[in-house]
């Protein structure tokens, strides 16, 4: 059980690397490149992230072999809109201190594991 869930975990990591680029890489290119708010720029980026969550966490980390339902999906936006408020949270409260792009990067260290515990308990639970 433990190995199962070391697996899961690394390739949860793995997915959350790859969502990192997608979702650092929307953040720049909306907020830097096309200059729109902070919370803005957060909320596109974070939500082009999350669709690929789902797509890869569903088939590869967890291989949840249950088809896609309307329960599921709507579970997993739930985790993802959770991890986007408290992803909006922190980026607010770090901006006082730290550059926006700074405050990015620390913010997704802390929406990976909220992440992590939220979908293994709740959404690919099996």
Same mark, same amino acid.
């Given at each position: $059980?433990?190995?199962?869930?070391? *697996? !899961?975990?690394?390739?949860?990591?793995?997915?959350?690397?790859?969502?990192? =680029?997608? %979702?650092?890489?929307?953040?720049?290119?909306?907020?830097?490149?096309?200059?729109?708010? &902070?919370?803005?720029? *957060?909320?596109?980026?974070?939500? =082009?992230? @999350?669709?690929?969550?789902?797509?890869?966490? +569903?088939?590869? @980390?967890?291989? %949840? /072999?249950? /088809?896609? @339902? !309307?329960? +599921?999906? $709507?579970?997993?936006?739930?985790?993802?809109?959770?991890?986007?408020?408290?992803?909006?949270?922190?980026?607010?409260?770090?901006?006082?201190? &730290?550059? /926006?792009?700074?405050?990015?990067?620390? @913010?997704?260290?802390?929406?990976?594991?909220?992440?992590?515990?939220?979908? !293994? $308990?709740?959404?690919? +639970?099996?």
């Amino acid at each position: $059980m433990l190995s199962v869930l070391k *697996n !899961r975990f690394i390739r949860f990591c793995i997915v959350g690397g790859i969502n990192t =680029a997608i %979702d650092f890489s929307v953040f720049f290119l909306v907020f830097q490149i096309l200059g729109t708010g &902070v919370l803005l720029a *957060n909320a596109l980026a974070f939500t =082009a992230a @999350t669709i690929n969550s789902y797509l890869l966490n +569903k088939f590869w @980390t967890f291989a %949840d /072999p249950e /088809p896609h @339902t !309307r329960h +599921k999906v $709507m579970l997993f936006a739930g985790v993802a809109l959770s991890g986007l408020a408290l992803s909006s949270l922190v980026i607010s409260v770090l901006v006082l201190w &730290v550059s /926006p792009l700074v405050a990015k990067l620390l @913010t997704i260290g802390v929406v990976l594991v909220w992440n992590f515990i939220l979908n !293994r $308990m709740i959404v690919f +639970k099996s």
